[in-house]
């Protein structure tokens, strides 16, 4: 993996963050001059890929143009919007809102057997979802009301189990899975099963069970020196946090940890009686950097290809990505927020749909007219893009995709991609089976920009 090496590069730095989360003064403070930022070197290419995969450079540096070092955003509108994303972050354990209802939270655990099959491919039996089912202990819900922070990326699921409900799409689309959570973030626990060993927690994004030794406990004196105002983001994936040669977790791009003077991250451990204690380590070298980073086009690719060509990871599957999971955990290293899935991320920033009636020319027109590279969302039913500029006179877009729609003897089906790449907004347009829908371009809804 090659390196870019920031020389001097200006980033703001969240400072004076009050203990309940709300964002105060911010500060800049510069990148340390020689933070390495991941740039990674060429992903695989395959003689089945789509046109675009083969022919378009699967490196985002290619795409920066003049303009690389020119920052995106304003420094005082970025520590605006990075004020707003530490008090999203913490929001848990300052809860205003009334507690869920069981029917709200648990509308993923139906009473009736599912329909989708289990990890062996069999239906789910009726005594074996009777036993998860009753495991959830329904009628007590909500049964805690404690606030803890992720000590380990977990899966967040609708179910308290490990095991899947492959519904018609099958493999890899657990209809369980709803995202991978961080180590290091905030929670409320509103309740437990009746063995212990899951919790469903509320976190900034969304609500789900989680394996209950990947939390830890919090309280007041905790959480208030975990809100340091100095924060730094993890810039690639899978990186080791050790105390000597222990090691206690890996963290990836989307961790928010807290950054003590020197460097070092406090990272959150589980100690035996449950409980939340702060350990600092070093990270290794290139790994993080303050937060927020400066938001400029090298900036963005570096982050984004440290992500280039990984495999698609429907709900978090394996500690992947599925489309929004990528563009969420792309932007918080620049503290901008953005929500889960691909249509409350659409939502949650400036909209500019496209007509109804917009031609795919009229489109690519718009999204190149229009568009911030590395700075824009494109967006359809159910997937999420970033415009990242343009190629050949036509718009550029970064996502991680499963595959392109065909269409044979009148049975659907899916030519894979299954991993994040770079393609026009027409990928597999040159496939004779294509689905009748066509390409995506045709289901195009419109582009955000940041508001």
Known sequence: MKRLVVAGAVSLLAAGIMLSGCAGKKKTEPIPTGTELPVMSAPAVFDEDILDIRMMPQDLHAYTGGRASVPLIGAAEQARLSGQFLEKFFRPW???????????ALWGLPRRTPRGKAENLLRWSPARWAAVAAN???ETFPSRRENAVTVHPTALRTIPSLSP???GAGYPFDDCSISM???GMPQRILHVTRDGRWSYVVSSLCGGWVESRDLALTDAVFEASYQTGRYAAVLRDGVPLRVGQTFLTAVHIGTVLPMKSNGDLLLPVRNAKGRAELVAVKAPAGSVAPMPLA???AHAASI???MMGQPYGWGGYLENRDCSQMTRDMMVPFGLWLPRNSGAQYKAWKKIPFAAQASPQ???KLTLAKGIPFFTLVYLKGHIMLYVGEYGGRPAVFHNMWGVRTEQYGKEGRHLVGRAVVTTLSPG??????GRSGSIINRLVGIAVPK
Do not use: V
């Open 362 to 364: 009229d489109k690519e």
């Open 165 to 167: 409900i492959l519904g």
């Open 429 to 434: 347009r040159e496939l004779p089976n294509l």
């Open 304 to 306: 984004g290809n440290a």
């Open 295 to 297: 938001c400029t086009p």
């Open 94 to 104: 300052s809860p205003s809102d009334r507690d869920l209802t069981a029917k709200e």
């Open 136 to 138: 959830a202990d329904r």
């Open 181 to 183: 959570l961080p180590a």
